[in-house]
């Protein structure tokens, strides 16, 4: 029988040697995330800064009904092009049906990374509870994965075209913990304050190092939420945002999108609605959260 998870060796090499090792999601570099050619260079990017930070990169997807721990260079290009998008429920028939490239969301990638024993994970920003979800109930499985799978996830908060009081709310719910990485705010993706405090500051990789082993030894489940600010010097002005996003959400609702399709598209308009300038703080964001995730890693090998 032929094994429905493979691990490079570079990966492995790390987990048998309890070296340090960051799990990448795969939708933030394919084009339903970021346009071509913005995806492989923040691919690049946070790549680098995983080994800067003395961390082995672990990018995660779907190939030909493998879940894969470590993309391999000769196999990037297959998952910069991939078309489907694979969050957790949708692993079981993806891997069952032996398809051929699925990127995985944070939901498939902390279930994946758990599997495979990687405790860290960076991404640029989670999903969340979306507007109007007291009518939709779209809910990102996003967050019960996170409350599920015992890998710290370091995203820049979450986009503001979510509900992110509900989502903080959903996050209290689910068990999760979420602290803010030198910060006492809740960050909003493209800008640094969303509005809303983070329960607790956290402000170095030992930090939170010391929360996983506590949190494993009271035996409470699941990851925790670090939230990093995007770097002041990239930060884009929370009006002109904003604007943007309204845009995006009105072409969501004429268009009557529901589902997994929804976000895919919202980050689209955003990408449009500003003329591409969301682009180099979403790189910049997301080479951010790598750093701090390798630090993460890094601290967490040392315990
Ligand atoms: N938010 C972003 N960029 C992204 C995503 C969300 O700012 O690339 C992607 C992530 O992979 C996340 C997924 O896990 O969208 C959430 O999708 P949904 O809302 O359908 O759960
Ligand atoms: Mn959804």
């Excluded at 028939?93 to 960076?122: D, H, K, P, Q, Y």
């Excluded at 809910?139 to 992110?164: C, I, N, Q």
Aim: glycine share 10%; aromatic share 2%; net charge negative.
């Amino acid at each position: 029988m032929h094994s429905n998870l493979r691990i490079n060796d570079e990966v492995a090499d790390a987990l048998t040697q309890g070296r340090p090792i960051v799990a990448m999601e795969s939708t933030i570099y394919s084009g339903m995330g970021l346009p071509s050619p913005a995806n492989r260079e923040c691919h690049e990017r946070c790549d680098a800064a995983i080994r800067a930070g003395g961390a082995v990169p672990a990018l995660t997807a779907v190939l030909d009904g493998v879940a894969v721990v470590g993309v391999t260079a000769g196999e990037l290009d297959r998952v910069l092009e991939g078309e489907a998008k694979i969050a957790a429920r949708d692993l079981p028939r993806a891997l069952a049906s032996g398809l051929g490239v699925g990127v995985t969301t944070v939901s498939a990638t902390v279930t994946i990374a758990a599997a495979a024993g990687v405790e860290v994970f960076a991404t640029g920003g989670i999903g969340g509870v979306h507007r109007g979800s007291e009518l939709t109930g779209d809910v990102s499985h996003d967050l019960l994965a996170m409350s599920r799978h015992p890998v710290v996830t370091v995203s820049a908060g979450a986009k503001a075209f979510l509900d992110l009081a509900r989502t903080l709310e959903e996050l209290e719910t689910l068990g999760v913990p979420v602290v803010g990485w030198n910060t006492d705010r809740f960050p909003a993706f493209y800008v640094r304050d969303s509005g809303f405090p983070v329960p607790a500051t956290v402000r170095r990789g030992s930090d939170v190092a010391g929360m996983v082993r506590s949190a494993a030894a009271v035996g409470h489940p699941g990851g925790i939420l670090v939230a990093n600010p995007i770097p002041e010097a990239d930060q884009l002005d929370p009006a002109r945002i904003n604007a943007a996003l309204e845009r995006a959400l009105a072409e969501v609702d004429a268009n009557a999108i529901a589902g997994p399709g929804v976000t895919p598209l919202v980050l689209a308009a955003i990408a449009e609605a500003t003329e591409g300038d969301s682009i180099p703080a979403n790189l910049a964001l997301a080479e951010n959260n790598a750093s701090v995730a390798a630090e993460i890693a890094v601290a967490l090998a040392a315990t």
